[in-house]
């Protein structure tokens, strides 16, 4: 029973490394599967922290100081990895005074780590391991909680503002993060004074990680909740001006497509005839842009009707203009009809697979 702490301990760690670990490897081969960068930038923060667990776990086993000070290392990589994944999910850029605040966090805890005194910052304690103590267990605390919050927070206003489609999936992120950020730094810091608090932290920690990880493989609609909102893609005939297809993945004001299509070619006439410029790609106003995408080509223009633009958004009407170009090569060339396009909601389905619906479910 005397080892029984220590064998608790290197099992929490063994298993959260392992659950983190192969949750960071589906989710890399999942983002060079879909060519997802965000993706690619959640799975880097998992699997370092699998390698931060692993050499943890190894620490506690051989009460090892300089192992359980060299775990620090891929830990004070994976953070970044986090705030610059939650930015970008939440803003598409990311806040420079954020990760300021952070670069200046992480150069204390790794000053502190490896270049003072290790008998003022840790204890190999008999039957248990090696525990962290003074003022690098506090700067460690607020490490956690910076990242902890910011994570929480990203995941709170993601499932405030999710649609009833995903309200389940977001319920799940939601207790996910919640466990995995707040809860955890609070058994972390209570850790400090009961060290059994420290096996429970980590298990909770990998729990919720593991939850979040599952959810979003299952459905990443839910990381572009807060970036932008789709309301609509147009397929308009610029020469007849006509819309030869639309869908709609949130409820718009009526709209009338020929006039509305009208009125965009006149526009882009007008802006040409006097700036010479070339053709209009997008259209700001108060509360949503009008993205436009004219094929080289043909005829005609994709237009997506959203809160705010994104490079995700950009990108994805101009892969939806070519695939349309490529199926209906045939019907483009000859009269176009409306009601000849209606196969093309499999391409917005194939290509916008990202983009949450905000339509009611029935």
């Known amino acids: 029973m005397d080892n029984f702490d220590n ?3 290197v099992l929490t760690t063994s298993i959260t490394g392992t659950l983190l670990a192969i949750g960071g490897i589906i989710t890399f081969i999942h983002a060079i599967k879909k060519r997802n960068q965000l993706i690619l930038l959640f799975s ?3 699997l ?6 692993f050499i943890d776990a190894a620490a506690h086993y051989l009460y090892s100081i300089p192992l359980m ?4 290392v891929p830990q004070l990589i994976a953070v970044p990895c986090i705030i610059i994944f939650i930015e970008l999910v939440r803003k598409e850029h990311v806040n420079p005074i954020k990760i300021s605040i952070l670069v200046i966090i992480e150069s204390i805890v790794f000053y502190i780590t490896f270049f003072m005194n ?3 910052n840790w204890n190999i304690i008999a039957g248990y391991g090696v525990h962290n103590k003074g003022i690098l267990r506090y700067s460690q605390i607020i490490f956690i909680f910076y990242y902890a919050l910011l994570y929480y927070i990203w995941s709170f206003q993601t499932w405030r503002k999710a649609p009833k489609s995903l309200r389940r999936s977001t319920n799940l992120l939601f207790i996910g993060s919640t466990l995995f950020s ?31 990880i599952i959810v979003i493989l299952k459905d990443p609609r839910i990381i572009y909740i807060l970036p932008f909102k789709a309301y609509r893609i147009l397929v308009v005939d610029t020469n007849e001006s006509v819309a030869l297809f639309k869908y709609d993945w949130a409820k718009v004001g009526k709209l009338e497509e020929t006039m509305f299509s009208m009125m965009l070619q006149a526009i882009g006439n007008v802006l040409d005839d006097i700036l010479k410029k070339g053709e209009v790609q997008e259209i700001q106003m108060d509360r949503a842009v009008l993205i436009i995408h004219h094929d080289k080509n043909h ?14 958004l950009r990108y994805g009407l101009k892969r939806f203009n070519e695939k349309f170009v490529n199926v209906f090569q045939t019907q483009l060339d000859g009269e176009r009809k409306v009601g000849m396009f209606e ?4 391409l917005v389905d194939n290509v916008f697979d990202y983009v949450p619906s905000y339509k009611a479910v029935s």
């Not at 400090?192 to 593991?210: E, L, P, Q």
């Not at 196969?343 to 499999?346: G, I, L």
């Open 7 to 9: 064998f608790l301990l």
């Open 44 to 46: 880097a923060m998992w």
């Open 48 to 53: 370092l922290y699998g390698v931060f667990w």
């Open 69 to 72: 000070a060299v775990a620090i």
């Open 118 to 120: 290790p008998n003022d």
């Open 182 to 212: 707040v809860v955890t730094a609070i058994m972390y810091t209570l850790g400090t004074f009961i060290r059994t608090f420290n096996s429970i932290a980590f298990i909770v920690h990998s729990i919720g990680a593991i939850t979040n």
């Open 299 to 312: 005829s005609i223009a994709s237009i997506l009707i959203a809160s705010k633009s994104s490079k995700s």
């Open 343 to 346: 196969e093309t909601r499999a």
